[in-house]
């Protein structure tokens, strides 16, 4: 299984840019994916978590600015970032959690390979 995301760049404060990640590989089901990041010199934090069902969850510092959704049936994840700011510059990462290869199989969790997101004048 791999995750490959997508859409990041450059962008002035109180733009707008959307993260896709695609989970490719055999994939039964995805309990959990989310985007975290990481800014120069700081710890990699959670910014938004989204289950199989549609539960959502968000970082005090984004929410009402990012929207984070998927289609579990394409194995994708996004996550809209409006409003941006210049302290949402960071890498970004998916991760997929309680990944099922098969129907009983034990759960793996992956990690995608980082999108660098700049919010710059």
């Known amino acids: 299984v791999q995750l490959q995301a997508s859409g990041g760049g450059l962008v002035q404060p109180g733009g707008s840019l959307r993260l896709s990640c695609a989970a490719s590989?055999?994939?039964?089901?995805?309990?959990?994916m989310d985007w975290y990041r990481q800014a120069p010199g700081k710890r990699r934090e959670l910014v938004a978590s989204?289950?199989?069902?549609?539960?959502?969850n968000y970082a005090d510092p984004v929410k009402g600015r990012f929207t984070i959704s998927r289609d579990n049936a394409k194995n994708m994840v996004y996550l809209q970032m409006n409003s941006l700011k210049p302290e949402d510059t960071a890498v970004y990462y998916c991760?997929?959690?309680?990944?099922?290869?098969?129907?009983?199989?034990?759960?793996?969790?992956?990690w995608g390979q980082g999108t660098l997101v700049t919010v710059s004048s």
């Open positions: 991760y997929a959690g309680g990944v099922r290869i098969a129907r009983f199989s034990v759960e793996y969790e992956y």
């Open positions: 590989g055999s994939i039964f089901s995805i309990n959990v």
């Open positions: 989204i289950t199989s069902r549609g539960i959502t």
